[in-house]
């Protein structure tokens, strides 16, 4: 697996020319959320699909 530096490095090159350093960082940001949400469900700290479903239920009746 590649480093983080060189992660980064592949994820800017992989960008648009034309990216600013707001759409780099907004990347960065989401990568660095999606990282910790990996983590935390690795950790068993994830939370059920049954209580998911619920909690979206009440949201979604009114």
């Not at 090159?13 to 949400?37: C, H, N, R, W």
């Amino acid at each position: 697996m590649a480093g983080v530096k060189e992660q980064v490095i592949h994820m800017i090159q992989s960008l648009p020319e034309d990216s600013t350093i707001d759409d780099i960082m907004a990347e960065l940001y989401f990568k660095l959320q999606v990282d910790a949400g990996l983590k935390e469900l690795d950790e068993g700290k994830g939370i059920p699909h049954e209580e998911v479903k619920k909690r979206m239920s009440r949201w979604l009746t009114k």
